[in-house]
T-cell receptor, first 114, second 109 residues
Framework: NAGVTQTPKFRVLKTGQSMTLLCAQD?????MYWYRQDPGMGLRLIHY???????AKGEVPDGYNVSRLKKQNFLLGLESAAPSQTSVYFC?????????????FGPGTRLTVL | GQNIDQPTEMTATEGAIVQINCTYQ??????LFWYQQHAGEAPTFLSY??LDGLEEKGRFSSFLSRSKGYSYLLLKELQMKDSASYLC??????????WGAGTKLIIKP
């Protein structure tokens, strides 16, 4: 039982390049989330999904797109990377979103945009 | 706006007790979570409070006062491995988690 996994762990991009971050969970959770974590700030929600085939915008969605074609996978795309997107990206999942079920996090992706 | 306040950094001694405070102002309240995050690692779930009072889990306890918009995490018998950041998060009226910036706890021998 691997929990939540993320690939890649590290990435360096040049401004304007694109990339996709992959998140996978093996806990059969309905809800999945993408956050970014920047120094001195709390985790900020980028996009989330309440089930297979659904996505919704979070607090900071601009410049990102997501897809949830399979229940276990949640992809985060950067179409044209900008230096402001340099951050640590965490994926999380939870059994549901409306109860006491906690979110479980992947190990993170450290992205640098030059 | 929504706001979660925590001290930026705290220092404590191995074997002692430390209390990390969290105050919140959110649109609605559907529970408060505490997470631990070691440097360079993912946040891991510690505790959940939705009713007023104290929840105890081994060396860690978490307290909630909804009327005061206040919570604290109490760590007893501190160990060096407790050196980490502690994140407070509140689930708002839309069931989204609003996160504090975290409290970095430094344990000295």
């Amino acid at each position: 039982n691997a929990g939540v996994t993320q690939t890649p762990k590290f990435r360096v991009l040049k401004t304007g390049q694109s990339m996709t971050l992959l998140c996978a969970q093996d806990m059969n959770h309905e809800y999945m989330y993408w956050y970014r974590q920047d120094p001195g700030m709390g985790l900020r929600l980028i996009h989330y999904s309440v089930g297979e085939g659904t996505t919704a915008k979070g607090e900071v969605p601009d410049g990102y797109n997501v897809s949830r074609l399979k229940k276990q996978n949640f992809l985060l795309g950067l179409e044209s990377a900008a230096p402001s997107q340099t951050s640590v990206y965490f994926c999380a999942s939870s059994e549901t979103g409306t109860s006491s079920h906690p979110q479980y996090f992947g190990p993170g992706t450290r992205l640098t945009v030059l | 706006g929504q706001n979660i306040d925590q001290p930026t950094e705290m220092t404590a001694t191995e074997g002692a007790i430390v209390q990390i405070n969290c105050t919140y102002q959110t649109s609605g309240f559907n529970g408060l979570f505490w997470y631990q995050q070691h440097a360079g690692e993912a946040p891991t779930f510690l505790s959940y409070n939705v009713l007023d009072g104290l929840e105890e889990k081994g060396r860690f306890s978490s307290f909630l006062s909804r009327s005061k918009g206040y919570s604290y995490l109490l760590l007893k018998e501190l160990q060096m491995k407790d050196s980490a950041s502690y994140l407070c998060a509140v689930k708002d009226s839309n069931y989204q988690l609003i996160w504090g910036a975290g409290t970095k706890l430094i344990i000295k021998p």
